[in-house]
């Protein structure tokens, strides 16, 4: 039982760039959320999916595009990267909306340079 | 808007108390929480209150509740260098947690 897995660890990127995070998670849990942590701000939303087949915008989706591929699978894509998308993202995974507990993965530190 | 705010540091001696605090601006929240982030790694659930309570205690954790303030905060007794991480107090919103930019606590032998 893994948890919340994120790939890749760490990313480097010019500006303009394109990538893709990967996020998969093995707890059959339905809602999964995609985060930015940038020093002294906390964590920002910025896609969630509170179950397969539905996503929408948090508080930060501006640059960013997501896709539930399955149940387990939430990816985040940044079609051309830029230097304020240099952060440390986090995906998460809960059994419901209503459910207390967010399970989160390692993280991606993303530099854009 | 809602908002939860924290101090960003706080040094404390190993086998001292830790206390550390929260504010929030949202008063019809139901459940409010605190997670640990160690260094290099995700977040963890720590602990949770519900609001109708004014504490919760789970060994040398204890969380205190004043609703009329809008305050929240974390006790942790009897401090470890274990401890030392970045603690994150958060608050349910309409479809989110709603998180406060986090408290790095640092111990001092």
């Known amino acids: 039982n893994a948890g919340v897995t994120q790939t890749p660890k760490f990313q480097v990127l010019k500006t303009g760039q394109s990538m893709t995070l990967q996020c998969a998670q093995d707890?059959?849990?339905?809602?999964m959320y995609w985060y930015r942590q940038d020093p002294g701000m906390g964590l920002r939303l910025i896609y969630y999916?509170?179950?397969?087949?539905?996503?929408d915008k948090g508080e930060v989706p501006n640059g960013y595009n997501v896709s539930r591929l399955n149940k387990r699978e939430f990816s985040l894509r940044l079609e051309s990267a830029a230097p304020s998308q240099t952060s440390v993202y986090f995906c998460a995974s809960s059994l419901g909306q209503g459910y207390n507990e967010q399970f989160f993965g390692p993280g991606t530190r993303l530099t854009v340079l | 808007g809602e908002d939860v705010e924290q101090s960003l540091f706080l040094s404390v001696r190993e086998g001292d108390s830790s206390v550390i605090n929260c504010t929030y601006t949202?008063?019809?929240?139901?459940?409010l929480y605190w997670y640990k982030q160690e260094p290099g790694a995700g977040l963890q659930l720590l602990t949770y209150?519900?609001?109708n309570m004014d504490m919760k205690q789970d060994q040398r954790l204890t969380v205190l509740l004043n609703k009329k303030d809008k305050h929240l905060s974390l006790r942790i007794a009897d401090t470890q260098t274990g401890d030392s991480a970045i603690y994150f107090c958060?608050?349910?919103?309409?479809?989110?947690?709603?998180w406060g930019a986090g408290t790095k606590l640092i111990i001092k032998p």
């Open positions: 999916s509170a179950s397969e087949g539905t996503t």
């Open positions: 209150i519900f609001s």
């Open positions: 707890m059959n849990h339905n809602s």
């Open positions: 958060a608050e349910r919103g309409n479809y989110q947690l709603i």
């Open positions: 949202d008063s019809s929240s139901t459940y």
